[in-house]
């Protein structure tokens, strides 16, 4: 199932929030020397990745494209 043009605006604007508070939890924590916001940074990062990979498919992912995004075969959407 294709994402309408809603959806896909949805999915980039979640993955430009999570990608700034990704951003910002890496800055907050080398700012202030601690390792956890570092982390969740990084956490955030990873998640954004995610919802700007659903956008760019304008699809849902599979749980396998999920797991292991370097070892996805190509789909006939």
Not at 25 to 35: E, N, T
């Amino acid at each position: 199932m294709k994402f309408s043009a809603v959806d896909q605006t949805v999915a980039t604007i979640l993955g430009a929030i999570w990608l700034l508070a990704g951003f910002a939890g890496i800055v907050v924590g080398i700012m202030q020397a601690h390792w956890q916001p570092i982390v969740l940074g990084s956490g955030a990062l990873w998640y954004a990745s995610l919802w700007l990979r659903v956008a760019a498919r304008r699809r849902l992912l599979t749980w396998s494209e999920l797991a292991v995004p370097w070892r996805t075969r190509k789909r006939a959407d």
